[in-house]
């Protein structure tokens, strides 16, 4: 923003009091609508055009936003928005947005909708869950989300008495790496963010983490600094990423041996004696059957089976170890790989705990001290289930987001009993499970679908009932609990009301639990509201909070171990288990093993697929602004196959599956940066809706092309990078 020499001195003087202005960030919406004058004001708030939650501040100027730029005070933005948080404004005023409540009027995925007022709608949606319930039982009603809105709804399913939410974030996404963490050291190693102290770190590892693309804000703010600091980058990966270009060693592994790679360097480190001896000592336990366990894994052998010089791979060792516990093996997020991705992430758990890094400068950080009290604002407790949740099938370490594709199965298959409600809020299913197949059988099984969300996305035209939910910014949410280095408290709230006839989340969601006979349940008056009396009940501030959008809790910051600081492993030996007796109980490996996977035939490529620095997901390709920047996906392919095929750089191809399922046309990226045996396209794209007029018919649906999964077996987590493809060069 563009402060004259006098508006300047003049929000200093409010910000400071009239003191010198101090390093630590500033920031009061009121005091800086006050020094800028005229009629704009600020309005602090949490993006969520993605899932980072980084704190926002969006400058209002005739009763339309005008900018968005991150709040200096927030740990998850620093001050800064990457282009999906600052083209907020373009989903706010996207022309395709869903506008008003509507019901189905055609067969199912035909597009044929009438426009309704709320009041039909919800109460047309509540007599056919009433249905439903009365025919098949409560637990016959499932939800499945990402975001915000799950919150609100998983409220509402609770009530109903189903205990059947599952959250495409477990099985596709992070749940495995959650769950590898825990086993491990008894801790999830995020909360709001990473626990990683990169900005601190001497060597950082990254397996397949696309830092620089995957374009979560605040971590990649910390990645460049590390690597301003001279930071040493080794990069695991088939493909030459953003990552890897900073990076001081690029590994391109074979894809499916990443777990070689880790116990080989838990040998090298353990043999050569590198690991840190009194850290081990003191706060784990296995470790001699860990050093017995890895012993077999050889750099010879790991050369050949991950297709690496060994001299490289003894190099990053040595590396880990020179530097350690200053280093760390970043946990990632997405690991849903091969079917055997647990263990893999126990190895990366377990080389953290060897080199000492947990609780230790440039290694992780200890979770805050800040605890918030629980708060239901008077709501009763829910009733118990009339039957026992599915969605963790028969995976002992399936967490608590639920396992998506068991709920799916139910729905097709009726057992362990059927699901034959569903409620979809803020996700596209069919851009986010394997086998898209299943997913529309599923669908096509149910009795009732109803679907809320802001966009008109392939699943969400398949629902019965479609309810138009508001933006980030047009609604209050939260509060948000925000852990990082500190504990905190984050906040979102309206920059301007609701356009069209869209409502938020909670009061959707609320005004069901009236219509279905639950107004215990319900808000008592408005989210606002709430917000205040759940701040009073926190110890925070709300006035505070709100002008300034995210206020920390006091003496909440303690990131690494000291004598006065000791850290707990809520496990069952209260150490960090490198030997996993809670494994070994049911049936698996208490320490990692080598599994070798199913590599591709004559003629095939590995399907790997990531992320766009400028799109979230499938969720804004569509997005007017984000469009412009990155209208399609395209294909990397190694230059020497695409010589090889006769495929020439630019040109239009299309992929065929092992299933011979073909998708749409794309262009190549004939490159040496990737792998012979591999490909790589950016997920999301491919949309089918023809509502979505910007992202209709761009690039290709790598999700259609996920017709394989393997499951594994420890948490239930879908792999899903075990399709192959050929090329078919006649578009």
């Known amino acids: 923003m563009a402060f004259s020499r006098r508006n300047f001195l003049k929000y200093a003087a409010m910000s400071a009091g009239g003191a010198a202005i101090a390093d630590t960030p500033f920031f009061s919406a009121r005091a800086r609508a006050e020094a800028e004058g005229g009629d704009v004001k600020y309005v602090p708030t949490s993006c969520e055009m993605c899932f980072w939650k980084c704190g926002a501040i969006a ?19 620093l001050g800064k928005l990457c282009a999906r948080g600052q083209a907020g404004i373009g989903q706010l005023y996207d022309p395709d947005r869903l506008k008003k409540p509507m019901i189905r009027t055609g067969e199912r995925g035909d597009g044929k909708y009438k426009e309704v007022s709320w009041e039909e709608a919800l109460s047309y949606t509540a007599e056919k869950l009433k249905e439903v319930m009365a025919k098949h039982g409560p637990e016959s009603v499932a939800m499945m989300s990402h975001g915000s809105p799950g919150d609100y709804f998983t409220h509402l399913l609770k009530a109903l008495g189903t205990g059947n939410i599952a959250f495409p974030s477990f099985a596709q996404c992070k749940g495995i790496r959650d769950a590898g963490w825990e086993i491990t050291f008894g801790h999830k190693p ?20 696309h830092l620089g693309e995957n374009m979560h804000n605040s971590q990649n703010q910390e990645f460049a600094e590390a690597v301003g600091n001279g930071c040493k980058i080794i990069c695991v990966d088939p493909r030459y990423s953003t990552a890897a270009s900073k990076s001081f060693l690029w590994l391109p592994i074979k894809p499916g041996t990443d777990t070689a790679l880790l116990l080989t ?40 089976e991950t297709d690496l010089p060994e001299a490289d791979i003894i190099a990053a060792a040595e590396e880990l170890g020179r530097y ?24 990366m758990a377990i080389i953290n705990a060897i080199l000492g890094t947990w609780g230790r400068k440039g290694g992780m950080w200890l979770p805050p001290k800040g605890k918030f009290p629980s708060f239901s604002d008077g709501a009763p407790k829910y009733p118990d289930p009339a039957k026992a949740p599915l969605i963790k099938g028969d995976y002992p370490f399936a967490g608590g987001e639920g ?47 109803v679907a809320i ?54 009061w959707i969601a609320s005004e069901l639990c009236k219509k279905m006979g639950k107004p215990e349940f ?78 591709p035939g004559e003629g095939m490529y590995r399907l790997v697929y990531g992320r766009s620095p400028v799109h979230t997901f499938s969720r804004t390709v569509n997005s007017p602004f984000l469009w412009e920047l990155q209208k399609e996906n395209e294909l990397w392919l190694n230059k020497k196959e695409a010589d090889r095929l006769g495929v020439k750089n630019g040109q ?80």
């Open 59 to 77: 400058k209002v100027k005739d009763g339309k936003v005008v900018k968005l730029e991150g709040n200096p005070l927030h740990p998850q933005s």
């Open 190 to 209: 995020a909360t709001s963010c990473e626990r990683v102290d990169m900005r601190n770190s001497r060597v950082i590892v990254l397996f397949g983490t």
């Open 265 to 304: 360097w838990i040998n090298l480190i353990i043999s050569r004696e590198l690991y840190d001896k009194a850290y081990v000592e003191q706060y784990t336990v296995g470790f001699d059957k860990l050093k017995e366990a890895v012993a077999q894994y050889t750099p010879e052998w790991c050369a050949k």
């Open 324 to 347: 350690a516990p200053n280093v760390v093996v970043h946990p990632g997020r997405h690991l849903a790989w091969y079917g055997n991705d647990a263990q893999r992430v126990r190895a």
């Open 403 to 449: 396992l998506t594709q068991v709920v799916r199965e139910a729905a097709i298959s009726g057992t362990p009993y059927p699901i034959k409600a569903l409620v979809i809020a803020g996700t596209d299913l069919l851009k986010a499970l394997p086998a898209p197949e299943l997913t529309r059988k599923a669908i096509n099984n149910l009795d009732f679908m």
């Open 453 to 506: 969300d802001i966009m008109p996305a392939e699943t969400v035209m398949m629902a019965d009932v479609i309810l138009p939910e508001c933006t980030y910014l047009e609604r209050h949410d939260g509060l948000f609990k925000v852990e990082s280095r500190e504990a905190g408290v984050g906040i979102r709230q309206p920059a301007v009301e609701p356009m069209y006839d869209t409502k938020p989340a909670w």
């Open 522 to 599: 319900a808000v008592k008056d408005s989210w606002e509201a709430r917000m205040k009396r759940q701040a009073e009940a926190w110890g925070v501030n709300y006035a505070e909070l709100a002008d300034k959008g995210y206020v920390s809790l006091p003496n909440s910051a303690a990131p690494y171990i000291t004598p006065d600081n000791q850290p707990e492993f809520p496990t069952d030996s209260e150490k960090i288990e490198l030997f996993s007796a809670a494994l070994e109980e049911h049936n698996f490996d208490p320490i990692p093993k080598y599994e070798p996977t199913e590599q």
């Open 652 to 731: 239009r191809i299309r992929l065929e599956n092992q299933d011979k399922v073909v998708s749409s046309p794309m262009r190549v990226k004939a490159t040496e940066r990737i792998r012979h045996d591999c490909v790589y396209m950016v997920h999301g794209f491919g949309h089918n809706s023809p509502r979505l007029s910007k992202a209709h018919g761009s690039g290709a649906d790598d999700q259609e092309l996920i017709t394989q999964y393997k499951v594994d077996p420890i948490t239930g987590g879908t792999g899903m990078r075990v399709n192959f493809v050929k090329i078919l060069k006649e578009a």
